[in-house]
């Protein structure tokens, strides 16, 4: 079996284990090189502050990057619910929370052939002041061929589009996916579509971008009500954007 593979075997393991199938699906998993030059792009796309897979770990050859799609019935549900939805928001706090323990299974299994890894948090890894993050898991899942960013700057991937992503970066030479993948996103191929756009509660979705203050506030907005009503502690979370997307589910 090659390290991708058993890589592979390694998160889909992990995942499985949190024994949710009632939350989530199979994960997808892709490669990147650390050498990517589009690394170097989000300098400019994001902003300096975005680091380099090399700046957070001096050897990297490869990304790893994956996705843990939601279940059918997590990704409608926020079109379906007044306000927060639970369920979406229960989803996104407890494959946060096991993202840790996917991550230290991957280095674990890649210090064992000896190789180096760096692994990333898999939400708030920006400044609640100015919203900037030193690392985007989606940009990482683009590059690596998961999927295409839609006009809400989500990335929709052959499971769609609600889930989470994470990263993990090593020393590790992998085969890396350099074929992008296709836009599926139907506002940005021909102009139909922007549900996202109206659904959005707050107006901060945008043809020519987010707002994220204002998409921000909104989530923290959600995180207190769901703290006050619920044992979700850590979970700024909305998904109607995602719910009402044609791709935002995919079998």
Same mark, same amino acid.
């Given at each position: 079996?090659?390290?991708?593979? +058993?890589?592979? %075997?390694?998160?889909?393991?992990? $995942?499985?284990? *949190?024994?949710?199938?009632?939350?989530?699906?199979?994960?997808?998993?892709?490669?990147?090189?650390?050498?990517?030059?589009?690394?170097?792009?989000?300098? #400019? *796309?994001?902003?300096?502050?975005?680091? *380099?897979?090399?700046?957070?770990?001096?050897?990297?050859?490869?990304? @790893?990057?994956? =996705?843990?799609?939601?279940? %059918?019935?997590?990704?409608?549900?926020?079109?379906?619910?007044?306000?927060?939805?639970?369920?979406?928001?229960?989803?996104?706090? +407890? @494959?946060?929370?096991?993202?840790?323990? $996917?991550? &230290?299974?991957?280095?674990?299994?890649?210090?064992? %052939?000896?190789?180096?890894? /760096?692994?990333?948090?898999?939400?708030?890894?920006?400044? /609640? &002041?100015?919203?900037?993050?030193?690392?985007?898991?989606?940009?990482?899942?683009?590059?690596?061929?998961?999927?295409?960013?839609?006009?809400?700057? *989500? !990335?929709?991937?052959? %499971?769609?589009?609600?889930?989470?992503?994470?990263? !993990?970066?090593?020393?590790?030479?992998?085969?890396?996916?350099?074929?992008?993948?296709?836009? /599926?996103?139907?506002?940005?191929?021909?102009?139909?579509?922007?549900?996202?756009?109206?659904?959005?509660? !707050?107006?901060?979705?945008?043809?020519?971008?987010?707002?994220? =203050?204002?998409?921000?506030?909104?989530?923290?907005?959600?995180?207190?009500?769901?703290?006050?009503?619920?044992?979700?502690?850590?979970?700024? #979370?909305?998904?109607?954007? $995602?719910? !009402?997307?044609?791709?935002?589910?995919?079998?």
């Amino acid at each position: 079996m090659t390290i991708e593979k +058993e890589i592979e %075997k390694i998160i889909a393991g992990s $995942v499985y284990s *949190l024994d949710r199938p009632d939350l989530f699906r199979a994960p997808i998993v892709a490669f990147s090189s650390a050498e990517d030059k589009r690394y170097l792009d989000l300098k #400019t *796309l994001i902003g300096d502050w975005h680091l *380099l897979p090399t700046e957070l770990l001096p050897s990297a050859k490869s990304v @790893i990057s994956y =996705f843990v799609p939601f279940t %059918k019935e997590v990704a409608h549900e926020p079109k379906v619910t007044q306000g927060c939805s639970y369920l979406w928001s229960e989803a996104y706090h +407890e @494959i946060n929370k096991h993202f840790d323990t $996917v991550n &230290e299974a991957i280095a674990k299994f890649l210090a064992s %052939k000896g190789h180096e890894s /760096q692994t990333i948090k898999a939400t708030h890894t920006y400044s /609640q &002041e100015d919203l900037k993050s030193m690392w985007s898991h989606r940009s990482a899942a683009v590059i690596a061929g998961l999927g295409t960013f839609g006009i809400n700057k *989500l !990335v929709i991937t052959e %499971k769609g589009a609600g889930g989470r992503f994470c990263t !993990v970066i090593t020393s590790a030479m992998l085969e890396a996916n350099e074929r992008p993948a296709e836009n /599926q996103c139907l506002y940005i191929k021909s102009g139909a579509c922007g549900l996202c756009i109206k659904a959005c509660p !707050v107006g901060a979705i945008k043809v020519d971008g987010i707002d994220k =203050f204002v998409c921000q506030d909104e989530l923290n907005k959600n995180q207190e009500l769901l703290r006050a009503a619920s044992d979700l502690e850590k979970a700024d #979370t909305c998904g109607k954007c $995602v719910s !009402v997307c044609p791709l935002g589910w995919l079998e």
